[in-house]
């Protein structure tokens, strides 16, 4: 239940939100941190074990599942699977086509790759919140002989701002890239040097152009991590309701059912928003003013 004999409603909230963090303790030795506290200790070079494995597996799944309906796809008629890849793929294209005006063979399957991982990783969030998380536990009490109750688990990877940055900052130093390809460094530097107020704006156009540009790999990532943390959070305070009372609890299913079915809007449109950001970002990347 969520509020078990041996954890109070904030100590469940605090345990689910909690990382299993992985890095050096200040004595100099390697391990898991049992708390909070104890990954916050372990500085810059931890690593967040559950959000790095989570990403790995959607991705993986990812290509596994594009991979087989490529190698089975047919002129015939079409089954299920090549439908649906299908139908994302042309989507993925439409969008390409709508807000990139370049040529670039690698916007479409980035734009593509960005839209199927994220959406994976969210819908993470839609498995029940204790599930893999108790199972978690009773894998490292089991066979790591770790107390089950210092088990962190995170099981969506965009609840992670570590993830959300990672991939806003590929996108970044991609269009900074394609940028310089494109205008030249001098082209790059005058665009953010003489626009919008020319050259006599140059102090001004520095500041706004600056702020401009770093705000997009910030926004990028805070707009994803803090829906999906939002969207989390509320799943968690749910659950507590089922360790109240029948009648708390029969709501609770009720009220969960229906964030759930609320939360395949947000995490679809939250994979597409990032996506469709991303080809805008490389589109302004491409033009030349």
Same mark, same amino acid.
């Given at each position: 239940?969520?509020?078990?004999?041996?954890? !109070?409603?904030?100590?469940?909230?605090?345990?689910?939100?909690?990382?299993? !963090?992985?890095?050096?303790? =200040?004595?100099?030795?390697?391990?898991?941190?049992?708390?909070?506290?104890?990954?916050?200790?372990?500085?810059?070079?931890?690593?967040?074990?559950?959000? &790095?494995?989570?990403?790995?597996?959607?991705?993986?799944?990812?290509?596994?599942?594009?991979?087989?309906?490529?190698? /089975?796809?047919?002129?015939?008629? =079409?089954?299920? &699977?090549?439908?649906?890849?299908?139908?994302?793929?042309?989507?993925?294209?439409?969008?390409?086509?709508?807000?990139? /005006?370049?040529?670039?063979?690698?916007?479409?399957?980035?734009?593509? !790759?960005?839209?199927?991982?994220?959406?994976?990783?969210?819908?993470?969030?839609?498995?029940?919140?204790?599930?893999?998380?108790? *199972?978690?536990?009773?894998?490292?009490?089991?066979? @790591?002989?770790?107390? =089950?109750?210092?088990?962190?688990?995170?099981?969506?990877?965009?609840?992670?701002?570590?993830?959300?940055?990672?991939?806003? &900052?590929?996108?970044?130093?991609?269009?900074?890239?394609? /940028?310089?390809?494109?205008?030249?460094?001098?082209?790059?530097?005058?665009?953010? *040097?003489?626009?919008?107020?020319?050259?006599?704006?140059? =102090?001004?156009?520095?500041?706004?152009?600056?702020? /401009?540009?770093?705000?997009?790999?910030?926004? &990028?990532?805070?707009?994803?991590?803090?829906?999906?943390?939002?969207?989390?959070?509320?799943?968690?305070? +749910?659950?507590?309701?089922?360790?109240?009372?029948?009648?708390?609890?029969?709501?609770?299913?009720?009220?969960?059912?229906?964030?759930?079915?609320?939360?395949?809007?947000?995490?679809?449109?939250?994979?597409? +928003?990032?996506?469709? @950001? !991303?080809?805008?970002?490389?589109?302004?990347?491409?033009?030349?003013?």
């Amino acid at each position: 239940m969520a509020s078990g004999a041996t954890l !109070t409603s904030g100590e469940y909230i605090k345990h689910h939100l909690t990382n299993l !963090t992985y890095g050096q303790f =200040p004595d100099g030795h390697w391990g898991f941190a049992h708390s909070s506290e104890e990954a916050q200790s372990m500085g810059f070079w931890a690593f967040h074990v559950d959000s &790095l494995a989570w990403s790995l597996i959607t991705g993986l799944f990812f290509l596994w599942l594009f991979r087989k309906a490529a190698k /089975s796809a047919t002129s015939d008629v =079409p089954g299920g &699977l090549q439908n649906f890849v299908e139908a994302i793929v042309g989507f993925v294209d439409e969008s390409v086509k709508g807000s990139f /005006s370049g040529k670039n063979d690698l916007v479409a399957p980035m734009a593509l !790759t960005i839209f199927v991982w994220i959406f994976l990783m969210n819908f993470m969030d839609l498995i029940a919140v204790d599930w893999l998380p108790q *199972a978690a536990a009773w894998f490292g009490a089991t066979f @790591l002989g770790m107390d =089950p109750h210092h088990v962190y688990f995170k099981v969506v990877p965009t609840t992670d701002p570590n993830i959300t940055f990672g991939m806003a &900052l590929s996108v970044f130093w991609l269009m900074l890239y394609y /940028s310089v390809k494109v205008k030249g460094l001098g082209g790059f530097l005058g665009e953010l *040097a003489f626009q919008p107020f020319g050259k006599w704006g140059l =102090p001004v156009n520095l500041l706004l152009e600056g702020v /401009s540009l770093i705000s997009k790999p910030v926004s &990028l990532a805070l707009r994803l991590f803090g829906n999906m943390y939002a969207g989390e959070t509320i799943f968690i305070l +749910i659950a507590i309701m089922y360790g109240a009372g029948w009648g708390l609890g029969l709501f609770g299913g009720f009220l969960q059912l229906g964030w759930a079915i609320f939360h395949i809007l947000i995490i679809t449109l939250q994979a597409f +928003i990032f996506m469709t @950001l !991303t080809i805008v970002y490389m589109d302004m990347a491409h033009s030349e003013h």
